[in-house]
């Protein structure tokens, strides 16, 4: 017991961790399960890894991270754009492109620096234990801001799942509520990239929506789960960082993706399960 | 279009009938083209469709069924000529059209239960706020027992198989009791029972006094029950009442082969069903 509780209880940084952890963890459930559903993965890593550059300069020229992060979101938003609108490539393509480009010249500015190793590291891995309280004010408005996304725009955003077309005939512009979705990931990125970093947000956004998908037989069921999934995740990753002295970031992105696998195996097992009571009855 | 017509979603559950014919047309085309920006996919299609009736469209793969119905509910802007949906452009009235592509494009991943789909034929009435009501629960579940899937309702819609899905997709549209079906191969999947549930909600909403296109293949079920038929083979084969459209030469041009079709062509327009017979073979000439 002492084990799971004293490290919060003796350590301020522990707990404004834990809090940044739990709000990132919600907004990233809620992004995370339209990622999913809609297949935008490959936008949602591209805008994780687009946010860099951003970073880099922010971090180089003395401005918030949180601020060059949203410029450098909206640069790989507009891109994309652009190259799929102008030309006749594929937006994998043009997100792979910009993807690509994005991130070497993040790498490029942040070389610029003088504790090079140390500055890419802060940025591609996070920095969760040592978060300021302004940047948890920050989680917390941008969190609320994405519930409020999710809670108006949830007639479109479940017909845009099911099939865009019926979003459109229905009266809700496919591509308007497109658009606010892929806003909604971009904050969620932006805000998140403090706590495990431009590398590993993916992980936060995919691994707790998809064992929620999984398990789930409802949109709000699987962001709940994602949510729960997300947030022990964080609390085991913190405790497991603190006590094996082990990256925090990776820590929790490692327990995400095990929890994911665990519920992959359960359900596999659970469903060959019910394949074989239910095959007598068909023989 | 976020704001709902209240009037539009009122179901007429007085038996009327069909309206008269003389009122305006709910689909009028005239010279139409419909395509895409760098190819015309048919040109010059004309035809209107009053209230109350049913329109099918047979062609075979890629004749333009498909894009006529998406050009008619606003996904494709027409390439020519005039269309007007309830006297407007089309992409107006959402409240007042329910469509059912061709695909479906919710894979596997997506978790509803089969209540949720049928639900969301709800939703063009409402828009981003207003509450859905007690009694479009009523309505959601009339759709549910219309096509036979109470026992599904709360399944999830991933572990049905595609019969089911595509029961439930049809009990989507019909729950949006909306004045124009627009059906793109509504059949896919049904076995015999699902396609005599179909028929029979079909015929139901004619009654109720929608109309109803249906793009098909299959020249002896639905399409040769509706009051007018047109022939699609990238151009409009023949367009008219089915006994007169549906002949073997029209056929041979049509799907490029002879087919054997059933001369005993029969109008299918708001039977009544005191009678506890099926629809099919035995429905009555007019």
């Not at chain 1, 209880?9 to 940044?20: D, E, I, P, R």
């Not at chain 1, 992060?69 to 102008?86: D, E, F, P, S």
């Not at chain 2, 009028?28 to 004309?46: C, F, H, Q, W």
């Not at chain 2, 059209?97 to 709800?122: E, K, N």
Request: proline share 5%.
């Amino acid at each position: 017991m002492d084990w799971l509780v004293t490290p919060f209880a003796t350590n301020g940084f522990m707990v404004q961790a834990l809090v940044a952890g739990v709000l990132v963890s919600i907004a990233c459930a809620i992004a995370g399960t339209f990622i999913i559903l809609r297949g935008l993965a490959f936008i949602g890593d591209a805008l994780a890894h687009g946010v860099l550059p951003g970073i880099a300069v922010a971090m180089l020229a003395g401005f918030s991270g949180i601020l060059g992060a949203a410029i450098g979101a909206a640069v790989m938003i507009g891109g994309i754009t652009l190259i799929t609108q102008r030309s006749r490539l594929s937006s994998d393509t043009a997100i792979g492109l910009l993807f690509v480009g994005m991130l070497s010249l993040g790498v490029a500015i942040v070389s610029r620096s003088n504790s090079f190793s140390g500055d890419l590291t802060r940025i591609l891995f996070g920095e969760i234990l040592g978060i300021s309280v302004q940047s948890i004010i920050i989680q917390l408005a941008a969190t609320l801001v994405i519930m409020a996304i999710a809670i108006i725009c949830a007639r479109p955003f479940l017909l845009l799942s099911f099939d865009p077309e019926q979003a459109e005939v229905a009266g809700f512009p496919a591509r308007l509520y497109h658009n606010v979705m892929l806003f909604m990931i971009a904050i969620t990125v932006i805000v998140s990239f403090q706590t495990v970093g431009t590398l590993l947000v993916f992980g936060l956004l995919v691994a707790p929506a998809g064992a929620g998908a999984l398990l789930a037989h409802r949109i709000e069921a699987m962001m709940a789960w994602a949510a729960l999934f997300g947030i022990f995740s964080m609390y085991s990753g913190l405790l497991i960082s603190y006590h094996f002295d082990l990256a925090a970031g990776a820590a929790i992105i490692l327990v995400t993706i095990v929890i994911f696998f665990i519920v992959f195996v359960i359900q596999n097992l659970r469903q060959r399960r019910t394949a074989l009571t239910e095959e007598p009855n068909h023989a | 279009m976020l704001n709902p017509r209240k009037d539009a979603v009122l179901p007429s559950d007085g038996a009327d009938g069909p309206a008269p014919s003389t009122e305006t047309p709910y689909v009028r085309a005239k010279g139409l083209s419909v395509g895409y920006t760098n190819e015309i996919i048919v040109p010059d299609i004309s035809f209107e469709i009053p209230p109350g009736e049913a329109f099918a469209l047979i062609g075979t793969n890629g004749s333009g069924k498909s894009t006529l119905l998406k050009t008619i509910v606003g996904l494709l802007p027409p390439m020519g000529g005039q269309l007007s949906v309830f006297g407007m452009p089309p992409g107006n009235n959402h409240a007042r059209i329910a469509y059912l592509g061709q695909f479906h494009h919710s894979g596997f991943v997506l978790p509803l239960r089969v209540i949720d789909v049928v639900r969301m034929g709800r939703f063009p009435h409402y828009g981003l706020w207003q509450r859905i009501g007690r009694r479009d629960d009523e309505i959601v579940r009339s759709a549910v027992r219309t096509m036979g899937i109470e026992k599904l309702v709360d399944m999830p819609l991933r572990s049905l198989s595609g019969g089911q899905q595509q029961r439930t997709y049809l009990a989507q549209v019909l729950a949006h009791q909306a004045d124009l079906l627009v059906l793109d191969e509504p059949t896919t999947g049904l076995d015999a029972g699902g396609r005599e549930l179909y028929l029979r909600a079909i015929n139901d909403e004619v009654c109720r006094g929608a109309s109803v296109i249906i793009a098909t293949h299959n020249i002896h079920d639905e399409a040769a029950l509706c009051r007018q038929v047109m022939l699609l083979a990238r151009k409009v084969v023949s367009l008219g009442a089915p006994e007169q459209v549906i002949t073997p030469e029209a056929l041979l041009e049509t799907f490029g082969i002879a087919v054997t079709g059933d001369k005993s062509v029969q109008v299918f327009e708001c039977q009544r069903r005191d009678d506890t017979q099926g629809f099919g073979p035995n429905i009555p000439r007019r």
